[in-house]
């Protein structure tokens, strides 16, 4: 049996999808809802940025259409790309929080700055000067003008956590210059074009911020200290994505240009729910289901649901039970599965 995608002839077996078709001819097709994992497959069929073109008729989501021989499918056209454009912009309208922090940014290196701090709040200089040699380019602290102290947004609550200085000290002057492979450099220059950014904040987003970052803090077991260093680390408030290495919604609004204002709606800053050793942001969440797929699938007692109706449909736990105790055996693969940022392993 064959199918012809963008005018390419390719065979493929009974039971497979037109992704699945697609994908073995090496065609890229966007997906967020559908999930692959150990032989395992969640298709909620949700999202819609795997649309592709059927017979020159209508648009179908390819994850969940099954191959059939002599169809003819559209997939990189304009239009069909233009209908996936719009899917992604639609998920960005109820989409809040930053991928990358402003300070990272804001630096002239690209560092993942809030990283290199959480890695010192935890007195793990090792992994700080990790990230620090990851970074696009050469970090020189010491000839900067400091725009990301200039950007912190520290600054709206009392003054910019001291960026410049905790680096510097971090720093052993013979590791200046970058390790980064051209390959890191250029995903981490892509991802650096493209990324949602959260309206001005109020004082009290900022609050909300910083409590977020103490409660993080406490359940990772970091405790005050009396280091200056490690004190300075902790007035972070964490301002990026926790999610925002493993996010294929990042990944492909990136990639298809999609604009995160077209449709965009204010909201109000909603604290994530800190549960053991799962955050969830429900600002990030585009309500796949995924994750509650995989824990029915574990045979989770409890488990998650869909709650409310239309638009104010959300992910929850029924009978208010904890997030923690829903996903009792099923929190990291939820989180590994999840296609945003919205549900993470702290
Ligand atoms: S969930 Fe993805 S798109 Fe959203 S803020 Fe995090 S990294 Fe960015
Ligand atoms: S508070 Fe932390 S993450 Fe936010 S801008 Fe300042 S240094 Fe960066
Ligand atoms: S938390 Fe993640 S997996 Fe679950 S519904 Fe939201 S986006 Fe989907
Ligand atoms: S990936 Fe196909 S509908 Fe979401």
Not at 60 to 70: L, M, N, Y
Not at 264 to 276: A, C, K, N
Not at 280 to 293: D, F, L, N, S, T
Request: with cysteine.
């Amino acid at each position: 049996m064959k199918i012809t995608i963008d005018n390419q002839l390719i065979p493929f077996t009974s039971g497979q999808t037109i992704l699945d078709a697609a994908r073995s001819a090496g065609i890229d097709i966007p997906v967020l809802c559908f999930r692959e994992r150990n032989n395992c497959r969640i298709t909620p069929a949700s999202c819609q940025v795997c649309l592709v073109k059927l017979d020159g008729k209508r648009f179908v989501p390819s994850c969940a259409t099954k191959a059939e021989d002599g169809m003819v499918v559209e997939s990189e056209t304009d239009e069909v790309k233009q209908l996936r454009k719009t899917a992604l912009e639609l998920l960005l309208s109820e989409h809040y929080g930053d991928c990358a922090a402003p300070c990272q940014l804001a630096c002239p290196a690209g560092l993942d700055i809030p990283k290199v701090l959480r890695a010192i709040q935890r007195n793990d200089f090792t992994e700080a000067l990790d990230v620090i040699k990851q970074s696009a380019l050469t970090v020189d602290c010491t000839n900067c003008r400091k725009p990301c102290e200039t950007v912190c947004r520290r600054n709206g609550l009392d003054s910019a956590v001291s960026i410049c200085r905790l680096i510097s000290e971090v720093i052993p002057c013979d590791v200046l210059s970058s390790q980064a492979t051209p390959q890191v450099i250029s995903q981490a220059a892509a991802k650096m074009k493209w990324s949602v950014k959260r309206n001005k904040p109020s004082k009290e987003m900022l609050q909300t911020l910083e409590n977020t970052a103490r409660q993080l803090r406490e359940a990772e077991g970091i405790t005050e200290t009396d280091s200056e260093i490690v004190q300075q680390a902790n007035r972070c408030l964490h301002c990026d994505c926790l999610g925002k290495d493993k996010c294929s919604l990042l990944h492909y609004c990136a990639l298809y240009n999609a604009s995160p204002r077209r449709f965009s709606q204010q909201s109000e800053t909603v604290p994530p729910i800190i549960s053991g050793k799962i955050v969830y942001e429900m600002e990030k969440c585009i309500r796949c289901g995924v994750c509650i797929a995989v824990a029915e699938k574990n045979g989770e007692e409890t488990g998650l649901s869909f709650i409310g109706r239309g638009y104010d449909v959300k992910v929850g736990v029924p009978f208010v039970r904890p997030l923690d105790a829903a996903l009792q055996n099923s929190a990291d693969e939820a989180a590994a599965m999840c296609p945003t940022g919205a549900m993470n392993l702290r």
